[in-house]
């Protein structure tokens, strides 16, 4: 079975270009999470979906982070204007209610604003 | 809120034992778990712990949790230069939120 799948893998732009990236869950996953991870440290949560609902946005900085995931699968992250501190990993991870609901993790995307 | 808290670096002989250290502070914590995450990869699920059990066994593989005292510990047994990664726990509370640790770099040496 695939597991969570994202792109690009890396990205280097310039301050101020906007940039998005794209996630893939597991197959069945209703669940979907986008992490910042700094270097150096854990990722932090910036926005989890229960199916198409973001249930939990409260540390995405929302004057120029944005987040959907329409029919409730594939989610978009986007950033509009990259500022310097915002080169990081950015890592979605998914999970199915009930259960653990063991959260799985795709490869991240490796953010360079320059 | 939360913080999750682990040692910054372990160096360990191929061959020997690993023991990574974790502590937290949500008492309502329901499941811990520890990732492993390699140069350039996302984080793999190595493996996880309820919060009412105090240990458990998976292969090379040690989890004890101390709930008392809030401290999760990870032993490898019979390191090999593979296991050479960042090693993160993370506790889940409410809402299915994980908070992770800065991560414990393990170097394996020969």
């Known amino acids: 079975e695939a597991g969570v799948v994202q792109s690009p893998r890396y990205k280097i732009i310039e301050k101020k270009q906007p940039v998005a990236f794209w996630c893939n869950p597991i197959?069945?996953?209703?669940?979907l999470y986008w992490y910042r991870q700094n270097l150096g440290q854990g990722p932090e949560l910036l926005i989890r979906y229960e199916n198409e609902e973001a249930v939990d946005d409260s540390q995405l900085p929302k004057d120029r982070f944005s987040a959907e995931r329409l029919k409730g699968v594939d989610s978009t992250l986007k950033i509009q204007p990259a500022e310097l501190g915002d080169s990081a990993v950015y890592l979605c991870?998914?999970?199915?209610?009930?259960?653990?609901?063991?959260?799985?993790f795709g490869p991240g995307t490796r953010l360079l604003v320059l | 809120g939360e913080d999750v808290e682990q040692s910054l670096f372990l160096s360990v002989r191929e061959g020997d034992s690993s023991v990574i250290n974790c502590t937290y502070t949500?008492?309502?914590?329901?499941?811990l778990y520890w990732y492993k995450q390699e140069p350039g990869a996302g984080l793999q699920l190595l493996t996880y712990i309820f919060s009412n059990m105090d240990m458990k066994q998976d292969q090379r593989l040690t989890v004890l949790l101390n709930k008392k005292d809030k401290h999760l510990s990870l032993r490898i047994a019979d390191t090999q230069t593979g296991d050479s990664a960042i090693y993160f726990c993370?506790?889940?509370?409410?809402?299915?939120?994980?908070?992770f640790g800065g991560g414990t770099r393990v170097l394996v040496k020969p």
């Open positions: 993370a506790s889940k509370a409410a809402g299915n939120k994980l908070t």
């Open positions: 197959s069945g996953h209703n669940t």
């Open positions: 949500d008492s309502s914590s329901t499941y």
């Open positions: 991870a998914s999970s199915l209610a009930g259960g653990t609901e063991t959260q799985y």
